[in-house]
């Protein structure tokens, strides 16, 4: 079985950046698309953004694009997202997920086969 872990999570202000990681073990995740969603409790999970492999191409969220940045480095199974200019509307927790699919960057939750515990992020004012 799949696994994924995140982390980089913490408190900071708005205005501040942060990076997340997600360390993915077991299936050839090297060739899913994976994504990073936002999840505040009592809201359904949110896109924020998904990256192919291997070309690496990229979709975001219209909230968060041109702040947010995701990456992969498939020598270390490892997907980033790299958050700047950080809004206290971003706090949430953050999750880490893998669509199977190779081709279509999805932006449904429902399509993607394996997810992390998630990372909590809060930006305060």
């Known amino acids: 079985q799949g696994q994924l872990v995140e982390s980089g999570g913490g408190l900071v202000q708005a205005g501040d950046s942060l990076r997340l990681s997600c360390a993915a073990s077991g299936p050839t995740f090297s060739t899913y698309v994976m994504g990073w969603f936002r999840q505040v409790q009592g809201k359904e999970r949110e896109f924020v953004a998904a990256?192919?492999?291997?070309?690496?191409?990229?979709s975001y969220a219209d909230s968060v694009k041109g702040r947010f940045t995701i990456s992969r480095d498939n020598a270390k199974n490892t997907v980033y997202l790299q958050m700047n200019s950080l809004k206290v509307e971003d706090t949430a927790v953050y999750l880490c997920a893998a669509d199977s699919n190779k081709y279509f960057l999805r932006t449904y939750p429902t399509y993607y086969d394996y997810w992390g515990q998630g990372t909590q992020v809060t930006v305060s004012s």
């Open positions: 990256i192919s492999s291997p070309r690496g191409q990229t």
